[in-house]
């Protein structure tokens, strides 16, 4: 089986600092994800990337970077983390791109801002 | 963007009754619907999904019913338990492999 490391886990920022989060797999899979989970709204996807190299804007991606650095790693940059900002922020990935199968999460990233 | 709404947001339910979620979309090219639970503390995990060539599937005490005319689709868990309370999320998606989730509804299985 395979595993979905994303880092750090607890990250505390400053208002108006960039925070970048990183987001492994090592499953092979094709689709990566990254949503953020805020209490009560559920899960906002930011941004997707369905191969390398490949990167989909998703409903929440203004204020955000991504980059698909490579097939097994996704990483996210809040480009200016707002105060008082509090959020979980998930990772997922799928098997193959253009054939839709279940999401695989990581175990999130925590963020604070003060 | 596309938005998946989920009702309801809270449900008690007492140990043994049933308990029902219901999930609408918008977009007609939805072909993939799965659901997740996910406890507290840890990451939400597919529990049972339905493809839009179906209009029902069973996995032991979960149930899915998907309305495509309607475009809804609905999470039945017959004969709950104590360990069924957790959150749980419904999620569409088509062939361009953006899913998109509910807003979630925390479950509680009352003793």
């Known amino acids: 089986g395979g595993i979905i490391t994303q880092t750090p886990k607890f990250l505390i920022g400053q208002e108006g600092q960039k925070l970048t989060l990183k987001c492994q797999q090592n499953?092979?899979?094709?689709?990566m994800y990254w949503y953020r989970q805020d209490s009560g709204k559920g899960l906002r996807l930011i941004y997707y990337?369905?191969?390398?190299?490949?990167?989909q804007k998703g409903d929440l991606s203004e204020g955000y970077d991504a980059s698909r650095e490579k097939k097994s790693s996704f990483s996210l940059t809040v480009t200016s983390a707002q105060k008082n900002e509090m959020a979980v922020f998930l990772c997922?990935?799928?098997?193959?791109?253009?054939?839709?199968?279940?999401?695989?999460f990581g175990h999130g990233t925590k963020l604070s801002v003060l | 963007g596309e938005q998946v709404e989920q009702l309801p947001s809270i449900l008690r339910v007492q140990e043994g009754s049933s308990a029902s979620i219901n999930c609408s979309y918008e977009d007609s090219a939805s072909n993939y619907f799965p659901w997740y639970k996910q406890e507290p503390g840890e990451n939400p995990k597919l529990i049972i999904d339905?493809?839009?060539?179906?209009e029902r599937k069973q996995i032991q005490e979960l149930i899915v019913l998907l309305d495509k005319k309607a475009k809804r689709f609905s999470l039945h868990i017959t004969d709950t338990q104590p360990g069924d309370s957790a959150m749980y999320f419904c999620a569409a998606s088509s062939n361009t492999n953006k899913v998109v989730f509910g807003t979630g509804t925390r479950l509680q299985v009352l003793p």
């Open positions: 499953f092979n899979h094709d689709t």
């Open positions: 990337s369905i191969t390398e190299n490949d990167l």
């Open positions: 339905i493809r839009s060539n179906m």
């Open positions: 997922a990935s799928s098997i193959v791109a253009s054939i839709n199968e279940r999401l695989f």
